[in-house]
């Protein structure tokens, strides 16, 4: 796909509409502002420029074009995010070798066919449970309370053999090759049968609306089979990138502002904590917790609180999925359970009451590493509590604020009873006793165009100042390897007079994304006129000369070559005059 491509698709494109979808905008001056959809804030600092095609969000930096805001609000890959936006314009995807086209349209064609066949086995199992052979099924849903609100909030049904299903997809057009890839069938000797026979079945939705796979329980307290089982890998699921919930978790925020999300482990445990009002349950399906999972659940909520079981295995999950959760930016806290409860548990033993007070006494990562280490010292014992302090203050190094060790250092002194001196030193803590503000570290940089000259010049060319002249080439003035990126993208996309943020979102590397949203976003004031960016361009010059003048001077006393020296004397004499000119020009 080439620039030319990239800048049709995102002309096309309605940006403001698009955002609209997801976020409330209201519209102030030539900008459309509304809360951010990807951090937390009750007071609106999320902008989108439908001229400039871009959106920039001031409170946490977030910023891109339509490309990047549908792959991060949607959780899917840039490539999908492109074929959705086409799919939206009209627009076909460009014509790449023929070959990889058509073997990318024949897995996309392929793909649908299994969602589409994927829907049906959902709608039929669900059509089960209305049938006098699924009174097992029923009978279960009422001893656990399930009723009829949450059976179709969830989709859930119930498998009845292991030949049913296939029969109706069979009759539907669907060949039993398709159901095994799908993770529907298995083969055993010259028959295929239902995986999920006898089970009550859970259908797994992505977070466009597509059911992915199933999870069934089984009903027989007498089976042999495993309690629980999700479908297995395939061309739809992945497990390591799925949450189950997603999709009702994407249907909350459409209509409104999630302050937090929790995460269990199974679907029971997500249903029961629906049941009982905590819309916001999501499941890592019993698979510890990938970044994959972590970044999907940041689009949704900066808040995630982490509902684990609390036997020992679920609470080294938790630790593992907290690292990760914090690793992407998320605020994270940990649900302590009490021991060999699941949150399942808990609303139907304990009740709502109960559960919201586990989630009001949530702590934090670092609190609960300290808290789970106890377990594994006996503090009455000398030897076990000096290993346990070793430990707990290994943890406690690697927060990032001496503020923050010291607090976690106070909770290692009330467990061990050392003192907090010990303690400090044990950590390499120095406990400064007067702390100097210097005025030289309390600096603050003006972000977005007035960061310094280089920044002001090329802000001044991405908003198409009328004072820039766009014919003089100013690459070399640019030090910093984004400056130079952003440069040659301005000039090459004026060149075509394409020229707007949208565009050059598209041609930097993302990781200049949050640097270019700010000087996208920056609100040119008094005294940002001509005479400001020549001041500025003047200054990269001057700056520029005296690195060639430090160049040659180092030439020069490096060579004992008379006619070197000569050489780089002229050369020497020429720049000095250069900047002589330039200082008596007022640069």
Same mark, same amino acid.
């Given at each position: 796909m080439d620039k030319d491509w990239y800048e049709e698709l995102l002309s096309r494109v309605d940006l403001v509409g698009l955002v609209s979808k997801y976020v409330r905008l209201t519209k102030r001056g030539n900008k459309f502002w509304g809360c951010c959809p990807f951090h937390h804030e009750s007071d609106p600092s999320f902008t989108v420029n439908g001229d400039g095609k871009f959106y920039y969000c001031f409170g946490c930096k977030e910023s891109g074009n339509a490309i990047t805001f549908l792959s991060k609000i949607e959780s899917v890959e840039r490539y999908e995010a492109i074929q959705m936006l086409c799919e939206m314009v009209g627009m076909k995807m460009p014509e790449r070798d023929k070959n990889r086209e058509r073997d990318s349209a024949a897995i996309a064609e392929k793909k649908n066919r299994l969602f589409e066949m994927m829907r049906e086995a959902a709608l039929h199992y669900n059509a089960n449970l209305k049938l006098p052979t699924a009174k097992t099924?029923?009978?279960?849903?009422?001893?656990?309370?399930?009723?009829?609100?949450?059976?179709?909030?969830?989709?859930?049904g119930y498998s009845i053999n292991g030949s049913d299903l296939l029969e109706h997809l069979k009759s539907r057009g669907y060949t039993y090759k398709e159901m095994k890839e799908a993770g529907l069938a298995e083969q055993k000797a010259d028959k295929y049968y239902d995986v999920f026979y006898g089970r009550l079945i859970i259908p797994i939705i992505n977070n466009r609306g597509q059911v992915v796979g199933f999870g069934g329980r089984t009903l027989d307290p007498d089976s042999k089979f495993a309690k629980y089982r999700n479908s297995a890998q395939t061309i739809l699921f992945d497990k390591s990138k799925t949450i189950f919930g997603i999709n009702l978790l994407k249907k909350k925020k459409q209509t409104a502002q999630i302050d937090y999300c929790i995460m269990?482990?199974?679907?029971?445990?997500?249903?029961?904590?629906?049941?009982?009002?905590?819309?916001?349950?999501?499941?890592?399906?019993?698979?510890?917790?990938?970044?994959?999972?972590?970044?999907?659940?940041?689009?949704?909520?900066?808040?995630?609180?982490?509902?684990?079981?609390?036997?020992?295995?679920?609470?080294?999950?938790?630790?593992?999925?907290?690292?990760? #959760?914090?690793?992407?930016? #998320?605020?994270?806290?940990?649900?302590?359970?009490?021991?060999?409860?699941?949150?399942?548990?808990i609303i139907r033993q304990k009740g709502k009451a109960f559960y919201q007070k586990l989630l009001d006494e949530a702590i934090s990562l670092t609190a609960f590493k300290l808290k789970t280490l106890l377990k594994q010292y006996d503090l009455n014992d000398s030897q076990g509590k000096s290993k346990y302090a070793f430990e707990a203050v290994k943890i406690i190094k690697k927060l990032p604020t001496l503020i923050e060790q010291e607090e976690y250092l106070k909770t290692v002194h009330s467990y061990t009873g050392y003192s907090m001196d010990i303690l400090r030193k044990q950590a390499d803590i120095i406990v400064e006793q007067e702390v100097v503000d210097k005025p030289e570290n309390t600096a603050v940089t003006q972000s977005g165009g007035g960061g310094n000259e280089a920044e002001f010049v090329l802000t001044s060319m991405l908003h198409k100042r009328p004072y820039v002249d766009f014919s003089e080439d100013i690459y070399e003035l640019l030090d910093d390897p984004f400056e130079r990126e952003l440069y040659s993208s301005i000039i090459d996309a004026y060149k075509k007079d394409e020229l707007s943020v949208g565009v050059?979102?598209?041609?930097?590397?993302?990781?200049?994304?949050?640097?270019l949203g700010e000087m996208a976003a920056y609100e040119f004031i008094q005294g940002d006129d001509a005479l400001k960016y020549e001041k500025c361009l003047n200054a990269l010059k001057n700056k520029n000369l005296k690195k060639e003048i430090e160049q040659l001077n180092l030439q020069y006393n490096s060579t004992t070559d008379e006619a070197e020296k000569t050489r780089i004397s002229e050369k020497l004499r020429k720049v000095l005059k250069k900047l002589q000119l330039m200082k008596k020009g007022g640069g």
């Open positions: 099924a029923n009978d279960y849903l009422v001893a656990r309370g399930i009723d009829s609100r949450l059976v179709t909030k969830f989709g859930m269990t482990e199974g679907y029971m445990d997500t249903i029961s904590l629906h049941k009982a009002g905590f819309d916001t349950a999501v499941a890592s399906m019993g698979t510890s917790l990938t970044v994959d999972q972590a970044r999907q659940l940041k689009n949704y909520s900066q808040k995630v609180y982490i509902s684990y079981d609390g036997d020992g295995a679920g609470q080294k999950a938790t630790l593992r999925g907290l690292d990760i #959760l914090e690793s992407v930016g #998320l605020n994270v806290r940990v649900v302590c359970l009490p021991d060999g409860l699941d949150p399942d548990d050059i979102l598209e041609a930097v590397p993302g990781e200049y994304h949050s640097r």
